[in-house]
C-alpha cells in the first residue's frame, strides 16, 4: 500500500484542505494520512473564521504517523504561522520526508488570507528548500518571485527565481491566465509546458489542494516527476469538467470523478 500524509489546514466545507487531499488521495489509490495545522469554519462562499492549532500538536501530528504507518510523499498546504513553519520543517527534516510537495497556500479562492504575512519570509527559508516541488499559482509565484507573474515570459522568470530558493521542482500554475490553463514545469535544467484549456466553471474550490495532493500521490506510487505532474493535471481538468454545484459560491472539483458521475 502506498502511502501519503498531508500537513494542511481543515476546511469544514470538504472542498479544499485535508478533507480535498485526502479525496484525492483515495481516489488515486493511495492511503492517506493527515496533520492538521488549522480547523477554518469555511463553506463554498468563503472562510468564516480560522483556529490555528498548537504548533507542538502540529509536529506531534506527524510524529505519531511518521513513526508508524510512514510515507512514500507528503503534501504542505495551509501552514498559516511561522512557529507552524518552523515545526514543519523540523518534522521533513527529522523524518527525512524527501518526496514533499508543496502547495504554497497563501489566499483562499474567497481572498481569505491563510498564512499570515510574517510567515513568507518563514515558508521561503524553512520550507521551499526542502520542497521536491512546488506549485504555486500566478499570485503566489508573484509573492515568491518578487515581482508581478501574470503572463509566460513571466513564469519562466519565476520559476528560476523560485528554483533559486531551493526547491528543486518548480511548477507555476497557467490557471489565471487569460488565453490558456498551461502549467510551466522547470527542474533547473529544462522547461516543459503542460498545456490545457480553460475549463467554464465557477467550481473551482481546492484546484490548489487537489493538484498538489494528486502529486504527491502519483509520486508515492513511483511515477516520475514530470508524469506525476502531467497526470495529476489530467486528473484536474476531468475533476474541473465535471464538477456540479454543492452551494451557493465556488463549488469543489469532482474529485472521484474516475468512478462516478455527479448528478
Partial sequence: MHKTLTIAGSDSGGGAGIQADLKAFAALGVYGSSAITALT?????????????E????????????SDIGADAAKTGMLFSTA????VAERVRRWNIEKLV???????KSGDRLLQEDAIDALKRLILPRAYVVTPNLGEASVLAGFEVSDKPAMQAAARAIHALGAKIVVVKGGHLTDCADDLVYDGAAMHWLSAEHIDTPHTHGTGCTFSAAIAALLAKGYAPLDAIARAK???????????AVGAGHSPVHHFHLYYPMD
Fill in 84 to 87: 507552524i513553519i518552523e515545526v
Fill in 234 to 244: 489530467d486528473y484536474l481538468t476531468a475533476a474541473l469538467r465535471t464538477a456540479k
Fill in 102 to 108: 508543496v502547495d504554497p497556500v497563501m489566499v483562499a
Fill in 41 to 53: 469554519a469555511q463553506n463554498t462562499l468563503g472562510v468564516q473564521a480560522v483556529y490555528p492549532v
Fill in 55 to 66: 504548533p507542538e500538536f502540529v509536529g506531534q501530528q506527524i510524529d505519531s504517523v511518521m
